[in-house]
């Protein structure tokens, strides 16, 4: 691991210069014993839960040397633990991207697979990263950690593992090829080009243009998977790499059961079945871009089918929780694919007595706003719903829609959520089937947690 005196542009002024850092947290919450606390800024200024790490055990913690309340923090700090190594800093986030770039080129030799898309990303990385497990120690992480703070994080637990799989995600211009020069990865992986962030990168060709920078920086086997289902990565040419294009065409014999999906493809030139524990329709595309990369990295057959049959829903993404009735917590974010594909999944669930949709607003979509809202509405005409419960503005663009096909006593908007919460609570029966989701920054995890009470 790298040490303290290893860091650049800062100094110690508590404990001992040349301790050796076990781990590294960023966590407003989850403190760990003997643990080097790195208080970004990240949504929010994470020099106020220092004082946490430390009475939970850090070995240490780095300091921006203009955070106001500097000396408070260490006097308190040395109170608490006299010999707290303590590190300050000018800049905590720059720091951190400063160590994670050198270890990041000390450890040039691992190679890194970066996966990006508008949907499904995390789903396919964690595929991937399922996979690889079964035969070499390969770096991951489940928790959305995508963006370039977040990244160089992962970056300094390099040194353990094999490889890495590693999840990329946009929300604007001019982000990505900076993120492409911190991995310098070996393999890249584009999923889809869809509309998630649309509103702020401008159009599905930019977003394109945008994702295909994480190549910038390619390097060792400079292979590009692509999915040749979507309209504009299946148009993608360039010499400067080599372009896999994977598809479900590739599949057959597709089986859905209550929880699972079964199918087969050519794998190393035989005829293969798999068997994936996911109610979801997008997954098998998901499952073929992972089975295709793997194969790529030679991982033998029977680890490839057994990865695949071993992957668990991620937290929040089509999670079926069941009770007294089924709750599927898909909230983590979302698109007007994602909820498009969800909903269908969801409405093509057999032996419930009714079918709830708990929907909120897709975020980040501008001007596009009212017509991927309208969109999502149009899919009703096809699902087998019984309720339709909305909050959030653009919502009642679904419910416009939806009023087409469905009986409007059953198409429910709110205001606010409180108001959702008590209505549904009040609706829900032994036996139905609730289907929610909505951007992260609507907060329906919360309906969750209501519903489970």
Excluded at 37 to 48: A, Q, S, V
Excluded at 220 to 225: A, L, M, T
Excluded at 234 to 244: A, G, H, Q
Excluded at 283 to 288: E, W, Y
Aim: proline share 1%; net charge neutral.
């Amino acid at each position: 691991m790298l040490k303290i005196k290893e860091i650049m542009n800062g100094k110690i002024i508590n404990g001992k210069e040349d301790i050796e850092i076990a781990g590294y947290n960023i966590s407003t919450n989850r403190h760990f014993r003997n643990e080097f606390y790195i208080p970004i800024f990240w949504r929010e200024d994470r020099h106020k839960y220092i004082i946490d790490a430390v009475r939970e055990g850090a070995s240490g913690y780095m300091i921006s040397s203009s955070y106001e309340k500097f000396e408070e923090i260490i006097n308190e700090s040395k109170k608490i633990n006299p010999n707290i190594t303590i590190y300050q800093v000018e800049n905590v986030n720059e720091t951190l991207l400063k160590m994670a770039e050198n270890n990041r080129n000390k450890h040039i030799d691992i190679p890194i697979i970066a996966v990006t898309g508008s949907v499904g990303k995390t789903t396919t990385t964690y595929m991937i990263n399922t996979i690889i497990n079964q035969e070499k120690k390969s770096l991951s992480d489940s928790q959305n950690n995508n963006t370039k703070i977040l990244l160089s994080l992962l970056l300094l637990h390099l040194d353990d593992y094999d490889i890495a799989t590693l999840e990329v995600g946009i929300a604007r211009k001019n982000t990505m090829e900076p993120i492409s020069k911190l991995l310098q990865p070996s393999i890249v992986v584009i999923n889809n080009i869809g509309t998630a962030h649309i509103g702020n990168i401008g159009s599905k060709e930019e977003i394109l243009k945008e994702k295909l920078l994480l190549t910038k920086y390619i390097k060792d086997e400079k292979v590009v998977f692509l999915n040749g289902d979507d309209k504009l990565l299946s148009n993608v040419e360039d010499n400067k790499y080599k372009i896999i294009k994977f598809s479900t065409k590739e599949v057959s014999n597709v089986k859905y059961e209550e929880e699972k999906i079964t199918f087969e493809m050519n794998v190393y030139n035989e005829n293969t079945q798999f068997c994936l524990n996911s109610y979801c329709e997008h997954d098998i595309s998901n499952a073929v871009c992972a089975i295709r990369v793997c194969e790529f990295l030679k991982i033998s057959k029977d680890n490839i089918v057994k990865g695949i049959k071993e992957y668990k829903n991620v937290k929040r993404r089509f999670n079926v929780i069941k009770g007294e009735y089924t709750i599927i917590d898909d909230t983590y974010n979302a698109s007007s694919v994602s909820m498009k594909s969800g909903l269908i999944s969801a409405s093509n669930m057999k032996n419930y007595k009714r079918k709830i949709a708990v929907l909120g607003d897709m975020l980040e979509l501008g001007e596009y706003s009212e017509k991927l809202h309208t969109e999502v509405g149009n899919v009703f005409e096809n699902l087998d719903f019984d309720l339709l419960f909305t909050q959030g503005e653009n919502t009642r663009y679904i419910c416009k829609q939806a009023e087409k096909f469905m009986d409007k006593k059953k198409v429910r908007y709110f205001d606010n959520q409180e108001g959702l919460i008590k209505e549904l609570l009040s609706e829900v029966r032994e036996g139905d089937l609730i289907y929610l989701k909505a951007s992260k920054k609507m907060k329906f995890n919360k309906i969750v947690e209501k519903l489970l009470i």
